[in-house]
Nanobody
Framework: QVQLVESGGGLGQPGGSLRLACAAS????????MGWFRQAPGKQRELVAA???????NYANSVKGRFTISRDNAKNTVYLQMSSMKPEDTAVYYC??????????????WGQGTQVTVSS
C-alpha cells in the first residue's frame, strides 16, 4: 500500500505564509501527477495546484501568483508554498498522487488532510 502524510498546516495570518508538505511512502514504483486540493466547510473539494513528474504546473485562478507547488522526486514529496494568504484560503488541504505500484498498475491516493486557518 501507499501512504501520503501531510504536514505544515495550522494558523496563518492574512498576508502571511505557510508551507505544506506531503510525503509518499510504501509500495511505489513511480509517481506521476501530484497535487493539492482543498475543501472549505459547506463547499466541494477543489483543485488548488498540480504538478507533473516533469515539473509542469497548474493552478486554480484563485491562488495564481500567491501559491507555488513544487516536488522533490527523490523524496517522493510535494510541497505547497502559500503566500499572501487570505481568509478565504481557510480549508482542509488534501494531498493527492497518482502512484504506479507495478508496471501497468496506477492508483490515485489521498492524504488525510491538514487544516489551514487564515485569521488575525
Amino acid at each position: 500500500q501507499v501512504q501520503l502524510v501531510e504536514s505544515g498546516g495550522g494558523l496563518g495570518q492574512p498576508g502571511g505564509s505557510l508551507r505544506l508538505a506531503c510525503a509518499a511512502s510504501g509500495r511505489i514504483l513511480s509517481i506521476y501527477g501530484m497535487g493539492w486540493f482543498r475543501q472549505a466547510p459547506g463547499k466541494q473539494r477543489e483543485l488548488v495546484a498540480a504538478i507533473t513528474s516533469g515539473g509542469s504546473t497548474n493552478y486554480a485562478n484563485s491562488v495564481k501568483g500567491r501559491f507555488t507547488i513544487s516536488r522533490d522526486n527523490a523524496k517522493n514529496t510535494v510541497y505547497l508554498q502559500m503566500s499572501s494568504m487570505k481568509p478565504e484560503d481557510t480549508a482542509v488541504y488534501y494531498c493527492n498522487a497518482e502512484v504506479a505500484i507495478a508496471v501497468g498498475t496506477t492508483y490515485g491516493y489521498w492524504g488525510q488532510g491538514t487544516q489551514v486557518t487564515v485569521s488575525s
